[in-house]
């Protein structure tokens, strides 16, 4: 039995299975593919039986988002290291073979992320993932490659292995008995921030989470939640707080969550500044949402939270102020 599943969870993305699956299955053979339904109301199913028999197909009973969609799918699926590849995606000839050679080489490696490059500009890093992730002490998450909008171009800087914090959930590899020690996503997520909050909670039980720069994928990015829709501000606000309160130290909690809502109420101004109302009051919703559920997830805290969890202190401070626009220039 092959010991990679390379799992895609589709929702009515019919087009995009049609457009990037076809790369998945050509460079893909040391794996098994399967496609995860989020119960969709195209032909998306239909489409796969026909042109693709040999994906496998997982129906789930609802439009359940990433975190769950995955959860429910990932009950059926045996292989050893899941890689968890978004349908807007074009791997690349050996993109796994550096990975699985990664997982062997270093037992402790719960968690990968290759490189992920710009599907439409492919000479630039790409806004989720980049060369591997990181969060300042108020959580905002930055990459080796992309700090906020501003993207670097690959001229090979981040082409090595690496420890990062969090590895991108576009591609994401993780052992099975890692997923499942740490009983998956937190479906409340829904979408967005999920893979940060999980990969925290394996750093905190000291697993390990790395960058291999040898294994390069292609990402389109907002192919199914676009970038300018103010859902996503909420999620984005929202589930970052969420994650604050189940993994911050205790010691740190109280002052880091009354910070980042200051700083968060900040952007919802420049939202307004900008002409962009709608996602002030997303940021308004996310903050009452965490409030509502402030306990629900402050009883989800484990045993034990490392202390040192963040790479530098403000990165809002250093790129908005210091106008320090590359992730070398923070250090």
């Not at 299975?17 to 098994?32: C, I, Y």
């Not at 390069?216 to 907002?222: D, N, S, T």
């Not at 949402?289 to 202390?307: E, I, T, V």
Request: with cysteine.
């Amino acid at each position: 039995m092959k010991k990679v599943a390379v799992v895609i969870l589709n929702w009515n993305g019919r087009k995009l299975l049609e457009q990037f699956l076809p790369s998945v299955v050509r460079f893909s053979p040391e794996a098994n593919i399967y496609v995860a339904d989020n119960f969709s109301g195209d032909d998306s199913v239909e489409f796969l039986r026909v042109h693709f028999p040999m994906v496998k197909v997982i129906r789930n009973t609802g439009n359940f988002g990433f975190a769950k969609g995955y959860n429910e799918a990932l009950r059926f699926v045996e292989e050893d290291i899941y890689a968890l590849v978004n349908s807007d995606v074009e791997v690349t000839e050996n993109w796994l073979a550096p990975v699985i050679e990664l997982f062997q080489r270093y037992e402790k490696t719960a968690i990968v992320q290759p490189k992920i490059l710009d599907y439409r500009n492919k000479h630039l890093f790409e806004y989720a993932g980049a060369g591997g992730g990181f969060i300042d002490r108020f959580g905002y998450p930055f990459c080796r490659g992309r700090l906020f909008d501003t993207l670097e171009p690959d001229n090979g800087q981040y082409s090595d292995e690496a420890d990062i914090f969090w590895a991108s959930g576009a591609c994401f590899f993780i052992r099975k008995e890692v997923f499942r020690e740490l009983k998956g996503f937190d479906g409340d997520f829904f979408a967005h921030q999920e893979e940060i909050d999980l990969c925290w909670r394996a750093i905190n039980l000291s697993h390990k989470v790395k960058y291999c720069g040898t294994s390069a994928i292609y990402h389109v990015g907002g192919a199914t939640l676009d970038g300018q829709n103010p859902q996503k501000t909420f999620l984005n606000f929202r589930n970052s707080l969420r994650m604050l309160a189940k993994n911050l130290p205790q010691r740190k909690l109280l002052t880091i969550v009354l910070l980042r809502l200051v700083l968060d109420g900040l952007a919802g101004v420049q939202f307004l500044f900008k002409g962009k109302p709608e996602h002030t009051v997303a940021v308004i919703k996310a903050h009452f949402s965490f409030y509502a559920n402030f306990g629900r997830d402050y009883d989800k805290r484990a045993m034990f939270q490392q202390p040192r969890y963040y790479k530098v202190s403000s990165v809002v401070w250093a790129y908005f102020v210091q106008k320090k626009k590359t992730f070398q220039e923070l250090f």
